[in-house]
């Protein structure tokens, strides 16, 4: 461990938001609010620490022991498409915490490490009352931070949605709000948006930690010529500097290191989410530096001999993804039918899939996203504030009296945007 038990010790005792330690009392893993994450990134400069989407057992081992390696203070996340009432992979949101708990404790994993529900999508009106029941059912099962997901919405109903379920989220916990869907190229967001959305949630005395913004990137296997827009990133994050809430990059599978080094250098990101890519090298698949899984000539992806799930469990996938007609981005639908299998496979097979994962991340953490030696600098942040509780990084400027029911639909109506075809928020 790099940093002082003692430190370590104290930031146990405190820094355990209070579901966790209900459900975990006699824990030694350090699972945290998200808000502590975001400081830590802060503290250091010029860092962003990954979000992993955590498909799998064996995805969720290989990051935590690479975080352990970097001494970076890390977040396990998992989205509503991936994990929520509709789920496509068997790591859920009432199951990613105790799992995250447990291989901490079994690891001797002793960097902080948020429980982070992505994308917690709403689409619709109907969506809000179900979310006010689903949400603290998610907090109750030890998830520590959130990301409400209503940038499928109008922009004023966006901000209505985020007005109407926070009452539901705990006041410690870490916060992400959304403006403008994951479409590529098409219906980037803009500083309007993303100030209509910030200003009026300020006004509300709420305040996001992440904000995430379509800014060019895509969600998935497939490279985009587009990418992350850095400059348009950037001058987004300059406007919001008032309400002092960082970035969340959505889709960093496809984007190249060194986009992902400006990333980090140069705009106000803290919080960077990997998905498919790790999914990918634990099933043992080529993948280039960007991420994107290998294809041959046929469009068959590159499975690599004796690295991730053994030949024989592979080509039993691609025989069940044959009769079902999935191809490409749809390979994600196997986490749900194939974990038990791939859990069952033998020890020695079971440490490669985790091997793998952990020697893609590591190089990340450290070199790409400026993540290393994180872990002290958010025990540091908990033991400043003396509570799991880190308070608001802003306060509140606006004028409550401007943004009430009616004046945010009226402001929302000025509002000139491109919103692009229907989006994606699958990570």
């Known amino acids: 461990m790099s940093g002082s038990q003692a430190d370590f010790d104290k930031a146990l005792t405190i820094g355990r938001p209070p579901n966790v330690v209900k459900l975990f009392p006699n824990s030694r893993a350090l699972l945290v609010s998200g808000k502590v994450i975001d400081r830590a990134m802060l503290a250091k400069g010029k860092a962003m620490t990954m979000a992993a989407n955590g498909r799998s057992h064996l995805v969720i081992r290989g990051v ?23 789920a496509y992979c068997q790591v859920n949101y009432w199951n990613i915490a105790r799992q995250v708990d447990a291989l901490c404790n079994e690891l001797s994993i002793t960097v902080p ?26 907090f109750d099962a030890g998830i520590t931070s959130i990301a409400i997901d209503a940038s499928h919405m109008p922009d004023d109903k966006n901000l209505l949605a985020n007005l109407a379920l926070n009452p539901y989220i705990p006041k410690w916990a870490g916060l992400e709000t959304e403006v403008g ?25 709420i305040f996001p930690d992440w904000i995430a913004l379509n800014n060019g990137t895509t969600h998935g296997i497939e490279a985009s010529s587009q990418g992350i827009q850095v ?25 190249s290191s060194e986009r992902l080094r400006q990333i980090a250098d140069t705009t106000h990101t803290t919080k960077a989410n990997v998905a498919t890519a790790l999914q990918m090298l634990s099933w043992g698949v080529e993948v280039n530096d960007y991420g994107n899984a290998m294809m041959d000539d046929g469009g068959n992806f590159i499975k690599v001999k004796d690295e991730g799930m053994t ?59 400026n993540a290393g030696g994180t872990a002290p600098l958010a025990i540091e942040e908990i ?19 401007e943004w009430t029911d009616e004046k945010i639909k009226q402001k929302a109506a000025l509002i000139e945007s491109d919103k692009g075809p229907e989006g994606d928020f699958d990570d």
């Open 231 to 255: 400059e348009l990133t950037a001058d987004i994050h300059q406007k919001l500097m008032p309400y002092k809430i960082s970035g969340a990059q959505h889709g960093t599978s496809g984007n």
């Open 181 to 205: 869907e994951i479409k590529g190229k098409e219906g980037l967001s803009t500083s309007e948006e993303a100030l209509f959305l910030i200003q009026g949630l300020n006004a509300h005395s």
């Open 311 to 369: 030949d024989e469990l592979w080509h039993e996938i691609l025989a069940y993804a044959r009769d079902k007609d999935w191809k490409g981005g749809n390979f994600k639908k196997l986490n749900l039918p194939f974990e038990n299998k791939i859990m069952g496979q033998a020890k020695e097979v079971r440490e490669r899939m985790c091997k793998r994962v952990e020697e893609f991340v590591y190089p990340i953490l450290v070199d790409v996203f």
């Open 113 to 138: 490490v948020a429980i982070h529900a992505d994308h917690y999508g709403l689409k619709k009106d109907d969506d809000i009352e179900k979310a006010k029941v689903e949400i603290p059912s998610m």
């Open 64 to 86: 935590l022991m690479a975080a352990q390696r970097a001494n970076a203070a890390v977040i396990i996340e998992i989205a509503k498409s991936e994990g929520g009432a509709g």
């Open 383 to 401: 033991l400043k504030a003396g509570s799991y509780d880190l308070g608001p990084k802003a306060d509140r400027i606006e004028d409550p009296a």
